[in-house]
């Protein structure tokens, strides 16, 4: 079992900057990816950003220029740092990791953080 714990999000101005961060805990593989996704109301949750254990890297077309994604390996924790902010990136964000082996893969979910973006 593993448990992801976030932190950060809140509220920002148009143009502005969030962070946000999740640290894992519990029995992860040497194979896994982790990041984030987010869900606005009334539509469906979408990818945001993920790494991979070697470090390579996923955005969506619309954070790609804006978001960054890394890692701290030490402290099994994903960091994304968000910029230049836009009102429609208010949703919900959601931390993710899969996790596999041979025979078998794992996703967990955490609980979800508010992000609100508005003057």
């Known amino acids: 079992q593993v448990q992801l714990v976030e932190s950060g999000g809140g509220l920002a101005q148009p143009g502005g900057s969030l962070s946000l961060s999740c640290a894992a805990s519990g029995n992860i593989f040497s194979g896994y990816v982790m990041g984030w996704f987010r869900q606005a109301p009334g539509e469906q949750r979408e990818l945001v950003a993920t790494i991979t254990n070697s470090g390579s890297t996923n955005f969506a077309d619309s954070v790609k220029v804006r978001f960054s994604i890394y890692k701290d390996s030490t402290k099994s924790t994903v960091y994304l740092k968000m910029n230049n902010l836009k009102t429609e990136d208010t949703a919900v964000y959601y931390c993710?990791?899969?996790?596999?082996?041979?025979?078998?893969?794992?996703?967990?979910w955490g609980q979800g953080t508010q992000v609100t973006v508005s003057s």
């Open positions: 993710y990791l899969k996790t596999w082996r041979v025979t078998a893969q794992y996703d967990y």
